[in-house]
């Protein structure tokens, strides 16, 4: 099993396939507190990370807004005192990809509770 975390994410276009239940299956172990969700009629990825006070979640935030721009793609962020929620999913393709739960692995990476 290839380690989520160390890749990075490829360019994806409107024809890219969709994670099969079989790779979302492979891949979610690798990202434990993750919950595949359908919003909208698109499967999606969400956790929400803890913290003490706000400062702490914004600068999480701020974490994952960079880790965003740096692997060009982006997620959607709720930032409340105390924690942040962190969906990831394509836009493109109206559901999961790959670079979703690489991304799900690197915004774990960066939580420090």
Partial sequence: MSDLSKMKCVACRADSPRATEQEIQEWLPQIPEWR????????????????????????FTNGVGALAEQQ?????LLTEWGAVTVRWWTHKIKGLHRNDFIMAAKTDELYKP
């Fill in 36 to 59: 595949v969700i359908e919003r909208d009629g698109e499967l999606q990825l969400t956790r929400t990370y803890k913290f003490k006070d706000f400062a702490e979640a914004l600068a």
């Fill in 72 to 76: 060009g793609h982006h997620p959607a």
